[in-house]
């Protein structure tokens, strides 16, 4: 019974950020601050409680992974499809809004022990979010980059997008475990 309520609500947190995605891109969403507890966090729309916010960001990242992978697929072959890189590059602008929200205290390695995020998401708060500013102003930039069709100039802000993924990941993902 209780696997299945937790699915089911992952299910529509999930459906909740996918909405937020969609309808509101532009409104950022709320860091929610846990030393207040989870009645706040899951109160706050588009937020996520500690409990669910490891399964919630595998799967959004899992879906930054594929479409990174496609645009690249795409722009590797002789003729782009374009309006895919667009609507990729759409995903990913509006995804990157949400990752603060991702990431609240009390949903890391100590409590997920699958997780990769390095105690420093939560150390080092400023620096989590200076790399998330970087990689949310690429993300964007690719977006209006990608919605121009420029292929030579997709290309090339498709490697500065990669980089800024790196960059977060270098400083605060672990190795595989
Ligand atoms: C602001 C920091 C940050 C940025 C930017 C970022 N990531 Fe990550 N990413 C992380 C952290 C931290 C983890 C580890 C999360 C965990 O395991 O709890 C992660 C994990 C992942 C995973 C593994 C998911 C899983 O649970 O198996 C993938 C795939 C991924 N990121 C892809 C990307 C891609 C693609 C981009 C850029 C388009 C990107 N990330 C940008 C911080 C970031």
């Keep these: 019974m209780k696997p299945v309520l937790l699915t089911a609500s992952i299910a529509a947190l999930i459906a909740v ?6 309808e509101q891109a532009s409104t950022n969403q709320p860091v929610p601050d846990n030393a207040t ?4 966090a899951s109160a706050a729309p588009g937020s996520v409680a500690p409990q669910q ?3 919630i ?8 992974g594929d479409s990174l992978k496609a645009i690249n697929r795409e722009l590797k072959g002789g003729s782009p499809d374009v309006p895919r890189i667009q609507r990729e590059a759409a995903t990913l602008a509006g995804l990157a809004e949400q990752i ?3 990431f609240p205290a009390g949903s890391g390695p100590d409590v997920h022990t699958k997780s990769r995020a ?3 998401v939560w150390s080092d708060p ?8 970087r990689y949310l102003e690429q993300a964007q930039r690719f977006n209006r980059v990608a919605q121009g069709g420029d292929v030579n100039a997709i290309r090339t802000a498709a ?10 990941h270098d400083r605060y993902r672990g190795p595989e475990r």
């Design 159 to 168: 490697q500065d997008l990669g980089k800024s993924c790196s960059n977060c």
């Design 57 to 64: 960001r595998h799967e959004r990242y899992e879906e930054m």
């Design 100 to 102: 603060p929200s991702w």
């Design 53 to 55: 916010a490891y399964d």
């Design 118 to 120: 390095k105690a420093e």
């Design 37 to 40: 507890g989870n009645a706040v």
């Design 17 to 22: 950020a996918a909405c937020n995605q969609t």
């Design 126 to 133: 400023q620096g989590f979010s200076q790399a998330h500013a």
